[in-house]
């Protein structure tokens, strides 16, 4: 199995700009979730998806940021405009049913630079 | 809001001593994961306790969760290089989504 894939792995875009994040989870896996980390805050979940829809979102740090999953192999998290507090490294993760059971597979992550 | 806290935030030992680090949460958890995330990679899974005061083993590797379901550690006995790295607990607190801890970084003098 490939695992989870996110692209692109690196993101260097300048204040204002529009970023898109993708996630392909690991075929099979029901739950998507979406995870920013940084030194001053650690690892941060944004939102998690059910079998395409959005459960949780109240990590979303507000309006700029957003999230779909239109089917069950592909996820994007959108960030419009961007600002430089948004540089960080967000990480897709899925897992094959609630974390009350399984574990998450997190991917390699995509490190994030807004100037 | 809920909250994990993990102590100590950084962990330098000499190779071969024992290492330890601490999760605390103010309420219960319904279980607790640990993970472990080298520099520059994800968080890699490495255990999931349920059942208070459960203790897993992994190799060198010790877990365990308190019997309030409160706090949980992680023992490593004689480290190795190749335990460098962060350790974060993640806690869940009856819902579907985790709560990472502060995450506790461990550093190896060989």
């Known amino acids: 199995d490939a695992g989870v894939i996110q692209s692109p792995r690196h993101e260097v875009t300048e204040m204002g700009q529009e970023v898109t994040l993708r996630c392909k989870p690991i075929?099979?896996?029901?739950?998507l979730f979406w995870y920013r980390q940084t030194m001053m805050r650690g690892l941060e979940l944004l939102i998690y998806?059910?079998?395409?829809?959005?459960?949780?979102d109240s990590g979303m740090p507000e309006d700029r940021f957003s999230a779909k999953m239109p089917n069950a192999s592909f996820s994007t998290l959108k960030i419009q405009p961007s600002e430089p507090r948004d540089s960080a490294v967000y990480f897709c993760?899925?897992?094959?049913?609630?974390?009350?059971?399984?574990?998450?597979?997190f991917g390699p992550g995509t490190r994030l630079t807004v100037t | 809001g809920q909250q994990v806290m993990q102590i100590p935030q950084y962990q330098h030992v000499q190779e071969g001593e024992d290492f330890t680090t601490y999760c605390n949460s103010s309420?219960?958890?319904?279980?607790i994961q640990w993970y472990k995330q080298r520099p520059g990679g994800h968080p890699v899974f490495l255990i999931q306790?349920?059942?208070?005061?459960e203790v897993k083993k992994q190799k060198r590797l010790t877990f365990q969760f308190g019997e309030a379901k409160k706090n949980s550690s992680l023992h490593i006995t004689a480290t190795q290089t190749t335990d460098v790295g962060t350790y974060f607990c993640?806690?869940?607190?009856?819902?579907?989504?985790?709560?990472f801890g502060t995450g506790t970084r461990l550093t190896i003098i060989p």
């Open positions: 993760a899925s897992s094959p049913g609630t974390l009350l059971i399984y574990e998450q597979y």
């Open positions: 075929s099979g896996h029901d739950y």
């Open positions: 998806f059910n079998n395409n829809v959005p459960i949780d």
């Open positions: 309420t219960t958890l319904s279980n």
């Open positions: 306790l349920v059942k208070s005061g």
């Open positions: 993640a806690g869940i607190f009856g819902n579907e989504k985790l709560t």
